[in-house]
C-alpha cells in the first residue's frame, strides 16, 4: 500500500499494482524498495485533494483493464464500454481538465495525458477565438488597433472558407 | 472576409489553462488541424505564434486561397503568400517535428504558378516521422532535394507529386532507414530505382504505388507486408516475389499489364481487378502465372471491369490454365458480368476445397448471352453464398437453379438488391 498525500494534506491510499500506472511513481517506489515503511508516503504537493481523487478512479478503471489487453485482444464490446466510460469521465469542466492535465504530466501517466489534451482539444474545435477566450478566462492583452487590424488580416486564411 | 471583433468582456478570474506550459498547449493544439490551431493566434500574445510548435504541421493551400479567387494578380499573390507562411512557421520553429508534415498545394496549373519545395531541407532538419507532399506542378526539372531521401527519422512517407518531368527522384541515393510505409504517385519507376528503394528502406512494410509508370521487370522484398498497385501503367512484364507480404492490392489493365507471383507463401488477403482490354493480342504464356503464387490466400477479391464479355472469357479461360488449388481460400468475392463470372464459378470453384463464403456481386451492363447449364461443374459443400445485383434479370435466377442443382450441400443464398 502506498499513500498519496496532497497539496492540503489530504491521504489517500493506493494498492502498489494501481499506483503503478503512474510512471514517475513507479520510478520513486523501485528507488525506494526494501526501506522502510515511512518512505512509502508519496507527496504530491502540486496537486489539490480533488483531482488524486479523479486520478485513482481512473487507475482503478484501467488496472482493472491493462493496456497491453485492452490494444491486443480486448473484444470489441469491452473496448466500446471503455471508450463510453472514459468519455463520461473526461466530460467535466475545463479547470479540472487543466487540472488533470497537470497531474498527468508530473506524474507521467500517458493514456490520462492525452485523453485530457484530446478533450481539451474538442472543446476548443469549431469555435471563434471570443468563444475559445471565454471558456478558458485568458486574458485579451492586444491593443485595439491590433485586435482589429493587423491579427486579422496577417492571419486571415485561419478564417477563410468557414464561418461565411 | 474580415471578421469585426467586439472587444471580449473577460472575466477576472483564474485562467488556469495560461498555467500549462507551453509544451503542453502545443501538445493539445496538435489534436486539432493546423488551420484550427492557427485561430487560437488571436486569443492572447502568448498563442499567437503557439500553434506553429505543434508536434504536426498541416498545410492545406485550399484553405488558403479564397473559393472565389479567379483574378491572375490574386491568385499570385496568394501564391507568394503561402510560400511566406511556410517559410516563417519554419523560422521560428525549433521543436521537432515529432508527428509530421503534411502539404496540400494543388491548384489550377493553367495559371503556370508553381510550388515551391525550397523549404524542405528546413522540414528535414526538424526531424519529422512522417512526410506528405501533395501537389502539382509545371516544372520540368527534378524538383526534390536529396535531403528528403537521406533521413533518419523518418518512418511514413507521401509523395503525390505531378510533374511534367517523368521521374522526380532519379540518381538519388536513398537512404531511409525507419522508413515503414511509402506511398508513391506519378513516379517513373525503373529497375535501378526500385531496386535503390528497396535497399534504401530496409524496414519498409507498405508500399503503394498509385498512377505511377512501373518499368522494373521484378520485385523482391522480405520485409513488405502490404502492396498497393492500382491505376499504373505497366508496359514490361513484373514478377512479385515477396514472401512475408499479408494484403496485396493490385489493379491492372490486363491482360496488357503481364504481371505475375512467385512466393507469396504468407498472404492472407488480395484484391485482383482485372481490366481486360485486348485479351487476344497478348501472348498466352505469361498469363498463366497469375494464380499459381496466390494459392495460400485466405480471402480473395476478384473485380472483373468492362463490358466486354467476350474478352473476359477468353482471358479467364487462358488464365486459369494453370490455375492452382486454393486450399486455404475461405472467402471468395467476385464482381462484375455475370456471364464470365459463372464461366469463372465452374473453372475456380472446385479448386476451392475449404470454401466457406461465396459471394457474387453482380454488375451487369449489357450482356446477351445465353446461360449455359453444363458450365457448373460439381461443387461439394458451399455453406454460405451471398449474390448481389442491381436489377432482377433472368441470369440470376438460373445462377441460383443451376447453384441449387449442381452443388451437392448447399447453406444459405441471400441475395440483396443493390441501388445505384
Not at chain 2, 499479408?246 to 484484391?271: Q, T
Amino acid at each position: 500500500m502506498i499513500t498519496l498525500i496532497s497539496s492540503d494534506k489530504r491521504k489517500f491510499h493506493v494498492l502498489e499494482e494501481v499506483a503503478n500506472q503512474s510512471l514517475t511513481i513507479r520510478d520513486v517506489i523501485e528507488d525506494r524498495r526494501g526501506r522502510r515503511r515511512a518512505d512509502r508516503i508519496i507527496l504530491v504537493t502540486n496537486i489539490n485533494s480533488k483531482i488524486p481523487e479523479k486520478v485513482i478512479v481512473y487507475w482503478l478503471r484501467h488496472f482493472l483493464m491493462p493496456e497491453e489487453i485492452a490494444h491486443a485482444s480486448m473484444s470489441h464490446k469491452k473496448a466500446e464500454k471503455l471508450k463510453k466510460w472514459e468519455a463520461k469521465f473526461f466530460d467535466t469542466d475545463i479547470d479540472t481538465l487543466n487540472d488533470l492535465i497537470l497531474a498527468a504530466d508530473s506524474l507521467d501517466i500517458p493514456s490520462l495525458f492525452d485523453g485530457a489534451c484530446e478533450k481539451v482539444s474538442d472543446i476548443l474545435k469549431n469555435r471563434s477565438a471570443e468563444e475559445v477566450g471565454e471558456i478558458s478566462k485568458i486574458e485579451n492583452e492586444f491593443t485595439h488597433e491590433e485586435e482589429e487590424e493587423e491579427i486579422p488580416s496577417e492571419n486571415a486564411w485561419v478564417w477563410r472558407n468557414e464561418f461565411a | 472576409m474580415r471578421r469585426t471583433r467586439k472587444k471580449r468582456a473577460v472575466k477576472r478570474g483564474n485562467d488556469l489553462i495560461s498555467q500549462l506550459p507551453d509544451s503542453i498547449l502545443a501538445c493539445i493544439l496538435s489534436f486539432l488541424s493546423t488551420k484550427e490551431a492557427a485561430r487560437t493566434c488571436l486569443l492572447s500574445k502568448r498563442w499567437t505564434a503557439l500553434w506553429t510548435h505543434a508536434p504536426s504541421i498541416d498545410f492545406n493551400f485550399a484553405d488558403f486561397i479564397p473559393q472565389n479567387a479567379s483574378d491572375y494578380k490574386e491568385v499570385y499573390y496568394y501564391f507568394k503568400k503561402f510560400k511566406s507562411i511556410i517559410k516563417s512557421v519554419l523560422n521560428q520553429r525549433q521543436d521537432s517535428l515529432s508527428a509530421g508534415f503534411r502539404l496540400v498545394w494543388l491548384y489550377d496549373t493553367s495559371y503556370g504558378f508553381d510550388p515551391s519545395f525550397g523549404w524542405i531541407p528546413q522540414v528535414m532538419d526538424l526531424k519529422p516521422s512522417s512526410l506528405c507532399l501533395i501537389a502539382q506542378t509545371t516544372h520540368t526539372s527534378p524538383i526534390l532535394p536529396g535531403c528528403l531521401f537521406n533521413c533518419q527519422s523518418l518512418e511514413k512517407l507521401e509523395l503525390k507529386i505531378e510533374t511534367e518531368h517523368e521521374s522526380l527522384f532519379d540518381s538519388l541515393s536513398i537512404n531511409l532507414p525507419r522508413l515503414k510505409s511509402l506511398d508513391l504517385s506519378f513516379v517513373s519507376i525503373h529497375s535501378h530505382l526500385m531496386k535503390n528503394l528497396l535497399s534504401g528502406c530496409a524496414k519498409l512494410e507498405e508500399l503503394k504505388l498509385e498512377r505511377c509508370e512501373l518499368t522494373f521487370s521484378k520485385l523482391i522484398s522480405g520485409t513488405l507486408k502490404s502492396l498497393v498497385v492500382c491505376d499504373c501503367v505497366i508496359n514490361k512484364k513484373i514478377c512479385f516475389s515477396i514472401p512475408s507480404l499479408l494484403d496485396l492490392r493490385v489493379s491492372v489493365d490486363y491482360p496488357k499489364s503481364r504481371v505475375s507471383f512467385k512466393d507469396m507463401s504468407s498472404l492472407e488477403k488480395a484484391y485482383i481487378c482485372f481490366d481486360p482490354v485486348n485479351a487476344e493480342e497478348s501472348d498466352v504464356e505469361t498469363r498463366n502465372k497469375l494464380f499459381p503464387g496466390l494459392s495460400n490466400v485466405a480471402i480473395l477479391d476478384f473485380e472483373l471491369r468492362g463490358s466486354n464479355c467476350r474478352d473476359m472469357m477468353i482471358m479467364l479461360q487462358h488464365a486459369l490454365v494453370e490455375c492452382p488449388t486454393f486450399n486455404n481460400l475461405h472467402s471468395f468475392t467476385v464482381t462484375g458480368p455475370l456471364i464470365p463470372i459463372v464461366h469463372l464459378i465452374t473453372r475456380f470453384v472446385k479448386r476451392m476445397p475449404n470454401l466457406g463464403k461465396f459471394i457474387i456481386n453482380h454488375d451487369e451492363n449489357s450482356s446477351s448471352q445465353e446461360f449455359r447449364r453444363h458450365d457448373l461443374v460439381e461443387c461439394e459443400h458451399l455453406p454460405l453464398v451471398e449474390i448481389k445485383y442491381k436489377r432482377q434479370h433472368n441470369h440470376v435466377s438460373k445462377l441460383v437453379e443451376a447453384l441449387r442443382a449442381h452443388v451437392k450441400s448447399i447453406g444459405e443464398i441471400h441475395m440483396e438488391v443493390l441501388k445505384d
